[in-house]
Antibody, heavy 121, light 107 residues
């Protein structure tokens, strides 16, 4: 069965960077895009970006341009997101999610358990 | 970016009611719209893709429809398990923006 297992809780200080990992299993890793979505406490869902594990191409929401990077390691079927210059407004639950289908234009279907990133001085 | 405007923000209803949630796109997204259900402490669950496609395993009381830039999620007869927050998301072009959510509460 499809599983996405994310890394654990992170506590960071303002200005720092954080990297969250997402290890995929149960399907062909390079066949489906991976989305990153975050949710601040008590707030809605916010789409951050996407990566095509086949060739590593990415796209990000403009809000995060310049301080977000998503990469993948096909040898371990793992995707990473790094967010830099953290502020308290980056405190949120970060989800990775696999696309419904194997081509462009598919919404997230399978979700990781979420990784809490807390930013506080 | 395509803006998604969801209404209402909160909806109070009773078991057995028929309810409708609306999502409006700021520009054409054809049928590229998904609906999610999210319960507290859980990841979102895909209900509907491409405006009206029922995801496998989702009860048939859930349905989606589209009219130009306006999309609706309908629950034909509310069950106790349906009280949750619902989100729409356009998946036509990046960034795949979400609506702000609709919290469905027990009346």
């Amino acid at each position: 069965q499809v599983q996405l297992v994310q890394s654990g809780t992170e506590v960071k200080k303002p200005g720092a960077s954080v990297t969250v990992s997402c290890k995929a299993s149960g399907y062909t890793f390079t066949a489906y895009y991976i989305h990153w979505v975050r949710q601040a406490p008590g707030q809605g869902l916010e789409w951050m970006g996407i990566i095509n594990p086949k060739d590593g191409t990415t796209s990000y929401a403009q809000k995060f341009q310049g301080r977000v990077t998503t990469t993948r390691d096909t040898s371990t079927s793992t995707v990473y997101i790094e967010l830099s210059s953290l502020t308290s407004e980056d405190t949120a639950l970060y989800y990775c999610a696999r696309s419904w289908g194997g081509s462009f234009g598919n919404p997230p279907l399978y979700w990781g358990q979420g990784t809490l990133v807390s930013v506080s001085s | 970016d395509i803006q998604m405007t969801q209404s209402p923000s909160t909806l109070s209803a009773s078991v057995g009611d028929r309810v409708t949630i609306t999502c409006r796109a700021s520009q054409s997204i054809d049928m590229w719209l998904a609906w999610y259900q999210q319960k507290p402490g859980k990841a979102p669950n895909l209900l509907i893709y491409r405006a009206s496609g029922l995801q496998s395993g989702v009860p048939s009381r859930f349905s989606g429809s589209a009219s130009v830039t306006e999309f609706t999620l309908t629950i034909s007869s509310l069950q106790p398990d349906d009280f949750a927050t619902y989100y729409c998301q356009q998946h036509k072009s990046y960034p795949y923006t979400f609506g702000q959510g609709t919290k469905l509460e027990i009346k």
